[in-house]
Every structure is written in structure tokens, then in C-alpha cells.
């Protein structure tokens, strides 16, 4: 049974930084790129960032390139977003994704496992 568990989300004051973490289990990360995925209050699920099942290249959403950072330890099983600067407008429910490819995807139909998010709230 694949489980993706997210987790560091939290009450932030913007201009603060929080960690996500996402562990895997159940399946070997190192064969899949791994998304981060954020949904606002009555908004569409957007993607946040990407990296790829090596680690060798990232992808990130206009509006958090430069504040956010997306990372992988492989050997754990684990996948991080550093968040940065934060804004009140990067409140969300954020949750990991793996895709169903080693590469760079930026459709969310091209994720296979998906994990319970985490909540991020920053006040302003």
C-alpha cells in the first residue's frame, strides 16, 4: 500500500519560512518525480513545485519561484518544500503527489499517489 504522509504545516506570520515534509511509503520514491500541490479556500488545486525523480531539475509556479525551495532525500523516502517570504496569499491546504513518471509533469492527471495535505495559514 502506497501512503504519502505530509506534514510542517502551521500558523505563520508572512515574511516567515515553515518546512514541508513528505514521506513516502510503499513505493520507491527514487523512480518517481514528486510534486507539491497547494488548494486555497474556493480556489482550484495548483501545482507548486516539482522535482524530478533524480533530483536534477525543479519546476516551480510563477508565484512562488524564488521564495520556495523543492527538495528530495531519496534514501529517506522523503521529499521537502522549504517556504519562505511567505504571504497571506500562500494559505492553503498543500499535499504531496507522486507522478507516474521520472521526469518533470506539470498535469495533475499525471499523479498517481497522492497524500492528505497540510495546512498552511500565514496572517498578515
Known amino acids: 500500500q502506497v501512503l504519502l504522509v505530509a506534514s510542517g504545516g502551521g500558523l505563520v506570520q508572512a515574511g516567515g519560512s515553515l518546512r514541508l515534509f513528505c514521506e513516502a511509503s510503499?513505493?520507491?520514491?527514487?523512480?518517481?518525480?514528486m510534486g507539491w500541490f497547494r488548494r486555497a479556500p474556493g480556489k482550484e488545486r495548483e501545482l507548486v513545485a516539482v522535482?524530478?525523480?533524480?533530483?536534477?531539475?525543479?519546476v516551480y509556479a510563477d508565484s512562488v519561484r524564488g521564495r520556495f525551495t523543492i527538495s528530495r532525500d531519496n534514501a529517506k523516502n522523503t521529499v521537502y518544500l522549504q517556504m519562505n517570504s511567505l504571504k497571506p496569499e500562500d494559505t492553503a491546504v498543500y499535499s504531496c503527489?507522486?507522478?507516474?513518471?521520472?521526469?518533470?509533469?506539470?498535469?495533475?492527471?499525471?499523479?498517481?499517489?497522492w497524500g492528505q495535505g497540510t495546512q498552511v495559514t500565514v496572517s498578515s
Open positions: 503527489a507522486a507522478a507516474d513518471t521520472a521526469g518533470i509533469v506539470t498535469r495533475t492527471n499525471a499523479y498517481r499517489y
Open positions: 522535482i524530478t525523480a533524480s533530483g536534477g531539475s525543479t
Open positions: 510503499g513505493l520507491t520514491t527514487s523512480s518517481y518525480a
